[in-house]
């Protein structure tokens, strides 16, 4: 007979299958490839699950999960000792889903190539806080606690990376 304990790790396992939408768009916009930021999803979630046991429960399990990607984000760059990450690019496929006009696709290929340029030309401080805050709709507050930053430096690397990348874009 399953215990409480394996039913609420179920129910944990659940809200982390729930959370990989959001999960994975954060690490694609920190990785700036869909491969790495699948791998990182995928280590990410492997780490959580090792150590559910350090999870607060009555604490939010998406600010843990977006907080072990930003850490292992960081560890990995350092392992690799990278400068700079390479721009997302969009496969045929994922393009397919914009449009069936080959015009369009075009387009939606050129827009996307130009904004993920874009978004990986910014620091990484602010490419982690347009990712949690613009691109998965995260609360500032919740940000700030996920960067463990205060409210207004989070502001301000959100105020700076929509000045460059409305910079990058118009030209």
Known sequence: M????????????????????????????????????????????ERALKNLDQWE????????????????????????????????????????????????????????ADLAGALQSLPVEQREAVALVLINGISYREAAEILAIPMGTLTSRIARARESLAKVLEA
């Open 57 to 112: 429960a009555g604490t939010r399990l998406d600010s843990w999960m977006f907080r072990i990607a930003k850490n292992r984000f960081i560890d990995i760059r350092r392992a690799a000792k990278r400068h700079e990450v390479l721009a997302a690019e969009a496969s045929e496929k994922e393009l397919e889903n914009v449009s069936v006009d080959g015009q369009q696709i075009a387009e939606a290929n050129l827009n996307f």
């Open 2 to 45: 399953p215990s409480v304990r394996d039913a609420s790790l179920d129910e944990i396992r659940a809200q982390i299958v729930g959370l990989l939408p959001r999960l994975r768009r954060f690490a694609v916009a920190l990785a700036g490839t869909v491969a790495d930021g699948d791998d990182l999803v995928q280590d990410t979630v």
